[in-house]
């Protein structure tokens, strides 16, 4: 993974889903994004929210030099240490640089002696050969992963690009965390940088290290208690965003504790969407948190379901003679696989796709889908989308405001808004007639419209398929799948902090739900 060269290097890279080809995913992002600040899909462990702005006070109080370069490189040399700490003895998982981390230390033991000497500046040096970085980019860890996300729970300050100082600093929240931080290093802080100045170490120093992993963060002590605040939005001066993103953790814990075990994130985002109480009484009032989580679940499974659409056009582009067909024909096949009445309206022809109304209709067209996805025909792709489809135009209806404040962020945007919109307008229309508009202009032209912009700006060929004089031609697949919202990761925080184990809730994780 290349976070790219530039400095600063303070923002979030990485895409939390892929190639996006209907442009349908920033909408979605929005939501989920709001819903877990501070918390992203490459946040791996908790643990760097503190190990972090320590480091940060530690330049600012000791070496205080505004040169970028001169701080990369203390920056690297600080996350490869804590790499090999952490990949030293038993193995932490998600922590950056590992992979270099346990080749070194493998090719190191295999020498006599704990004291043997392991060598990483040139490892940590930003412009060494590439296979020789623990990671490509420059940036590191804290530059492409966590500077954002520590940023957005007020725990560091990013300077603005054109800040004399370009350093990022802590914000006065997380001092007491770094003071915790330092108390649990049992006065071997002073060791600890001495060795990133020099750049070797030896096993036997990794080994008096230890209390740096993650795991070795000791229950109930300042720095546990700290982060649990932080990261569950008990900090003093707490945000609206502290606020939501505790809700939603406070939604895990109770579906932690229900389970008796901790959920995957798939089950999760179904067990809130099936729960959602706007369904049998629209007037209902829900909390606004949860009802997010049910549209952001809502936007991504139409989706999912016009993805499913634009992937059965291509593998009928594929499997054709030249491998391309005029837009029409492909059109005309992608509806015939619908096998839609030719005298039917839209609203007639969703009852008839539809056998049955329950809280889990939604799972099961996307189980089928999904099966189609991995086995299925294109033929089995457009009749499992269809039915979801109708699913989630009824669905929407029962957002309301929410719908209209939460993905009105621009028209050349689709989303389930935008989409249930177009099909209500054409509930009495002929269904035939409906399916060829949302094949046409909805998807296969949507496709062609989405790759121009990002040809034409970005200079990025994103085209699946290729218009070709009067014809469109196949060029390449891409993969259906559900979004990841970032639930993994935050459950893997309530981990890390110990309100939650395989067994449920701990006792920390009681005492947060007990509390008000």
Not at 476 to 504: N, T
Request: hydrophobic share 40%.
């Amino acid at each position: 993974m290349d976070f790219g060269s530039g400095f600063p290097e303070w923002t979030e890279l990485g895409q939390d889903t892929g190639l996006d080809p209907l442009g349908m995913q920033r909408p979605i992002e929005a939501i989920y994004q709001s819903l877990l600040p501070g918390i992203s899909t490459i946040t791996l462990r908790y643990r760097y929210y503190a190990f972090f702005p320590w480091i940060l006070k530690y330049y600012e109080d000791n070496i205080r030099h505004s040169d970028p370069a001169v701080f990369r490189v203390f920056q690297r040399r600080c996350e490869l240490l804590f790499a090999l700490i952490c990949c030293r003895g038993d193995p932490e998982l998600g922590i950056a640089g590992s992979d270099w981390a346990h080749k070194k230390i493998g090719e190191v033991s295999q020498q006599h002696g704990p004291n043997s000497i392991l060598e990483f500046g040139a490892g940590a040096d930003p412009d060494a050969e590439l296979s020789q970085r623990y990671l490509r980019n420059k940036g590191g860890a804290f530059g492409g992963i966590y500077s954002t996300q520590m940023a957005e729970m007020g725990l560091i300050i990013i300077p603005e690009k054109d800040a004399k100082n370009p350093i990022p600093i802590c914000h006065e929240r997380a001092l007491p965390l770094v003071a915790a931080f330092e108390n649990g290093m049992a006065g071997m802080s002073a060791e600890f940088f001495a060795i990133v100045e020099a750049g070797v170490v030896s096993l036997s120093q990794l080994d008096a290290l230890r209390t740096m992993k993650p795991a070795e963060l000791a229950p109930g002590g300042d720095e546990h208690r700290l982060l649990s605040n932080v990261l569950l939005g008990h900090a003093e001066n707490a945000k609206a965003s502290d606020a939501t993103r505790r809700q939603t953790l406070r939604m895990l814990l109770e579906l932690t504790a229900a389970n008796g075990s901790i959920p995957r994130a798939e089950e999760v985002k179904w067990k809130w969407y099936e729960a959602d109480g706007t369904a049998d009484d629209p007037a209902k009032d829900v909390d606004e948190v949860r009802r997010l989580w049910v549209l952001y679940q809502a936007c991504d499974l139409m989706r999912l379901a016009y993805e499913a659409i634009l992937a059965a056009a291509l593998t009928t582009l594929a499997s054709s003679n030249s491998r391309r067909l005029t837009l029409n024909e492909l059109i005309d096949e992608l509806v015939g696989y619908a096998e839609c009445p030719a005298q039917m309206s839209w609203a007639v022809f969703e009852q008839q796709m539809r056998h049955a109304q329950d809280p889990e209709e939604a799972r099961r067209y996307c189980a089928a889908l999904l099966d189609a996805v991995s086995t299925g025909t294109p033929q089995d792709l457009v009749k499992a989308a269809l039915p979801l489809i109708s699913v989630l135009r009824e669905k929407a209806a029962q957002f309301g405001p929410l719908m209209e404040k939460s993905l009105s962020i621009g028209e050349h945007f689709q989303s389930l808004r935008t989409e249930a919109g177009f099909l209500e307008k054409r509930s009495g229309d002929n269904a035939k007639l409906t399916v060829e508009a949302l094949f046409r202009d909805r998807i296969l032209k949507r496709h062609l419209w989405v790759a121009s912009r990002k040809f034409r700006n970005q200079k990025a060929y994103t085209f699946l398929m290729e218009p070709d004089d009067s014809f469109v031609r196949y060029r390449d697949h891409f993969r259906v799948s559900p979004s990841s919202p970032r639930l993994d990761q935050a459950l893997r925080f309530l981990k890390d902090v110990m309100l939650i184990d395989e067994a449920g809730l701990t006792a920390f994780g009681r005492a947060e739900m007990a509390s008000a």
